[in-house]
């Protein structure tokens, strides 16, 4: 079969541009209604995406009392919630949701996802996050966020024993033999016995077996040690690269780590976040978008700029009209930070324009134009090694959404770069990849004996 592209809606709020709210054609609501996420999901299900993506914040952006006065950041719905209320209103979409585990426990973690899969008939990913803000950290008795190098041990370890839960049964534990009395084979069940530097797990899991063979274990870190953790166990990567190049980088690299654990380089789907603004020609795209860019307050987008870096670099001491210095480094988001060096160096960008670039894509991937402008740039990403598919970051909802769906859907299904119809029921159907019942030997987690009854 001709390989085809992913697509994955990232649904947040009114729409990704910082000024998302302010356009006529959103609804901004601070509860965040549910028949909004829902309308957005159904438009992603029509045009037979693979997932839509539930971001999360633990906290409201007060770091910045420009950014939680001036968006629509301030709230967000807990995504297990919702995404428990999209899995009994739509029927073959997939749904990702953000946990994070440098606050939550592992345990919770993979029962919380693995009762969602179960809910949902096998459609459901977990995104790993490590958070990235103080605000996060002082929600759950830290007085700082923990360091980097830190936060990706804890995340490390927190995968192992999330994957380790989902594979305490056996697919066939449950004999349920009316006729004999046994209903649970007890050789089939599986203690984690769990004993590790942040986490000591018992186990199983009491949450029966995944309809899709394991729920779909998705990352999002681009650091190094983020990448190493993809490689070992994501299925998924939504991935932050605005040029082409740093794609193919971060490509190669990626699934060039995979040998190591034992895993061919199609067991991972690496899709970027796009932000894509199109129109029937290219003209009326631009003007769509320069219209949002107009509704940005320069203050906002200093504000935009300064909470990608972190609160550990003073945007403050750097005039505007000069370059990002290339010297800077942070504790916060590493891969950010990296992209705005990137836009700097080859768009000869200053600190003022770094601003109105922050409130559009935030260094993810963007593009303005036609269907076939648009296509073209996927496209191009797609067979040249830099992406899987894409995460669509749609500038404003729904409208946003719609255009994508009515307009370059079309474009890419005529040249062959997407399915025409769903071929299975589950989200591991819809990305290609295997059960992963077979990938047992992949990971590096020391599963106890099965439990036998005492003497």
Same mark, same amino acid.
């Given at each position: 079969m001709t390989r085809q592209m992913g697509l994955g809606l990232f649904v947040l709020n009114t729409g990704h541009h910082a000024a998302s709210w302010r356009d006529p054609d959103t609804t901004p609501d601070p509860t965040i209604p549910f028949r909004n996420v829902l309308a957005l999901a159904q438009i992603a299900e029509r045009g037979l995406f693979d997932a839509v993506f539930l971001?999360?914040?633990?906290?409201s952006p007060d770091s910045s009392t420009v950014v939680l006065g001036r968006t629509d950041r301030a709230t967000f719905i807990e995504p297990s919630t919702m995404a428990a209320a999209l899995a009994v209103r739509t029927d073959r979409i997939g749904i990702v949701i953000t946990q994070n585990t440098t606050y939550d426990q592992p345990y919770h973690v993979a029962r919380r996802v693995a009762a969602l899969d179960q809910l949902s008939?096998?459609?459901?990913?977990?995104?790993?996050?490590?958070?990235?803000?103080?605000?996060?950290?002082?929600?759950?008795?830290?007085?700082?966020?923990?360091?980097?190098?830190? !936060?990706?041990?804890?995340?490390?370890?927190? #995968?192992?024993?999330?994957?380790? %839960?989902?594979?305490?049964?056996? @697919? +066939?534990?449950?004999?349920v033999d009316r006729a004999s009395g046994q209903y649970l084979d007890l050789a089939k069940m599986r203690y984690l016995n769990h004993q590790g530097a942040h986490f000591q797990v018992r186990g199983p899991l009491n949450v029966a077996p995944s309809p899709q063979g394991l729920p779909v274990m998705v990352q999002a870190g681009g650091s190094p040690p983020g990448r190493e953790l993809a490689a070992r166990?994501?299925?998924?990567?939504?991935?932050?690269?605005?040029?082409?190049?740093?794609?193919?980088?971060?490509?190669?690299?990626?699934?060039?780590?995979?040998?190591?654990?034992?895993?061919?380089?199609d067991q991972l789907k690496i899709m970027p976040g796009l932000l894509?603004?199109?129109?029937?020609?290219?003209?009326?795209?631009?003007?769509?978008?320069? !219209?949002?860019?107009?509704?940005?307050?320069? #203050?906002?987008?200093?504000?935009? %700029?300064?909470?990608?870096?972190? @609160? +550990?670099?003073?945007?403050?001491?750097?005039?505007?009209?000069e370059p990002l210095p290339d010297d800077l480094t942070t504790n916060f988001g590493v891969t950010q930070l990296a992209l705005l060096k990137e836009a700097t160096l080859k768009g000869g960008m200053t600190l003022r324009q770094l601003?109105?670039?922050?409130?559009?894509?935030?260094?993810?991937?963007?593009?303005?134009?036609?269907?076939?402008?648009?296509?073209?740039?996927?496209?191009?990403?797609?067979?040249?090694g830099a992406a899987d598919g894409f995460n669509l970051m749609p500038a404003t909802n729904p409208g946003g959404v719609r255009d994508f769906v009515d307009l370059v859907v079309p474009e890419l299904q005529r040249r062959g770069l997407f399915r025409t119809a769903y071929a299975g029921a589950t989200l591991r159907a819809h990305l290609g990849l295997a059960g992963g019942g077979e990938m047992a030997s992949e990971l590096r987690v020391e599963v106890g004996d099965s439990w036998q009854p005492k003497a």
């Open positions: 971001a999360d914040s633990a906290a008939g096998g459609r459901i990913g977990c995104n790993l996050v490590t958070g990235v803000s103080e605000s996060e950290a002082r929600n759950f008795n830290h007085a700082s966020m923990p360091g980097h190098a830190e !936060r990706y041990r804890r995340a490390d370890e927190f #995968a192992e024993v999330v994957l380790g %839960l989902w594979r305490s049964w056996d @697919p +066939d534990a449950f004999s166990v994501a299925d998924m990567v939504y991935s932050v690269q605005g040029g082409i190049d740093s794609g193919r980088e971060f490509y190669a690299d990626l699934k060039g780590r995979m040998a190591a654990y034992g895993r061919a380089p894509a603004v199109v129109a029937p020609t290219r003209a009326e795209a631009e003007d769509k978008y320069a !219209r949002l860019q107009d509704l940005v307050d320069p #203050a906002l987008g200093l504000a935009f %700029l300064q909470g990608l870096l972190g @609160p +550990d670099i003073d945007l403050s001491r750097y005039p505007l009209d601003t109105r670039f922050a409130t559009g894509a935030r260094g993810h991937l963007f593009m303005c134009g036609s269907p076939a402008d648009v296509v073209d740039g996927m496209e191009e990403r797609f067979t040249t």
